[in-house]
């Protein structure tokens, strides 16, 4: 069931982004909350739909990049490839997608 929300969520990213502006806060705790998930691929896919929220919503996304930042750099030692890969593409998404002083904050504050 979570699966199915979270491709929801990466449908409306993409189609109808202006949807998820309105919620855009509860959102992103969903789908954070879900990255510590402990079926590896409930949490892979709430890793890439936080990527995909990224491109989708661009500079909207700023106000959430310092949560999502901080739980995908955690994801980042995980023991599995594929979750440290994923959290590498939504991370680089973030940055080529949210202003860039914010970026700049966002990684320096969460100590990279």
Do not use: P, W, Y
């Amino acid at each position: 069931m979570k699966e199915k929300g979270l491709v929801s969520i990466q449908r409306l990213a993409a189609c109808h982004s202006e949807v998820l502006t309105g919620k855009l806060h509860d959102v992103c705790l969903v789908v954070t909350g879900e990255v510590t998930n402990l079926r590896s691929k409930v949490s892979h896919l709430a890793i890439s739909t936080l990527g995909d929220l990224f491109q989708a919503l661009k500079k909207n996304m700023d106000q959430e990049a310092e949560e999502i930042a901080r739980c995908l750099l955690q994801k980042m030692a995980d023991t599995n490839e594929f979750i440290q890969r994923a959290a590498g593409q939504s991370l680089r998404a973030m940055v080529e997608n949210v202003t860039l002083a914010r970026s700049l904050v966002v990684l320096t504050s969460a100590g990279v």
